[in-house]
């Protein structure tokens, strides 16, 4: 897997990671709620991958469609290509 | 509603092609029992469950078992 094959697929993959992070602390967190550690942990993590989805989203265009996404100068980035099979 | 994430949640790599296991792959998503039809019945049950968690588990799991469709 070639994660530097350009800047948006890095991006992309560093997104992935982060948001593996966030999943797996949620889940943890559904089975034990008390555990603070956990709850610090996930808070940091969901703030960097908010930071970088807002770093893709810039460059690349919205992840996520109807408004969900951040907005962007150009609203018709959300059709163009790659698309994840794509890439 | 549904909105849909333009990206993949694990980076995707095919070195070697294998049609017997794409075949059996796609029957494990649209099969009787396939990811598809289970996530229709969650989704649908979720309605008649009597607790907030009940009815939480059954959307996340409704919404997740569709998650493999968009891999097609």
Request: proline share 6%; with cysteine.
């Amino acid at each position: 897997m070639m994660k530097c094959d350009n800047k948006q697929a890095a991006l992309l993959r560093k997104i992935q990671e982060m948001e593996f992070v966030a999943i797996e602390l949620n889940l943890y967190l559904n089975t034990h709620p008390c555990d603070q550690c956990a709850q610090n942990d996930f808070n940091c993590a969901v703030e960097i991958l908010r930071k970088l989805k807002d770093k893709y989203e810039c460059e690349f265009g919205p992840l996520l469609n109807f408004g969900f996404g951040s907005t962007t100068k150009n609203p018709w980035q959300w059709s163009e290509g790659p698309w994840p099979w794509e890439m | 509603m549904w909105i849909y994430e333009k990206k993949l949640e694990h980076p995707v790599r095919i070195t070697r092609p294998n049609v017997k296991f794409a075949k059996l792959v796609i029957t494990q998503y649209g099969g009787p029992d396939g990811e598809l039809s289970a996530s229709l019945r969650y989704l649908n049950q979720r309605y008649s469950m009597p607790t907030d968690m009940a009815k939480a588990t059954l959307t996340d799991i409704g919404t997740e078992e569709s998650a493999p469709v968009g891999y097609k």
